[in-house]
């Protein structure tokens, strides 16, 4: 389980809990299985852009909310990476 699938598992509980849905009422309302749910609070599975953003829209969430793990900070400014053909700097596109 990586630190993000970590993240993202507690906050679905927490957010279906508090709603009082069920992880089969989840899943009609988002439009996949159950045993997806449990994969997604369990660490198991990631799931898709679509569903991450039908789960923030039933939460009342952004997406950030959704997914982003506390005291997250954007870099100011992103590093430059050596290319790997000509090994020149490169500075990765803004966000």
């Not at 490169?90 to 966000?95: D, E, G, T």
């Amino acid at each position: 389980m990586t630190f993000y699938s970590k993240y993202l598992a507690e906050r679905l509980c927490k957010h279906r809990a508090r709603r009082r849905f069920t992880q089969q009422q989840l899943a009609d309302k988002i439009g996949v299985k159950r045993p997806s749910i449990g994969a997604y609070e369990e660490g198991r599975a990631m799931p898709p852009l679509p569903v991450l953003l039908k789960l923030a829209q039933v939460f009342g969430l952004t997406l950030d909310q959704l997914c982003q793990p506390p005291n997250y900070k954007v870099p100011d400014k992103p590093s430059p990476l050596p290319c790997a053909t000509c090994k020149n700097p490169v500075v990765p596109l803004a966000y």
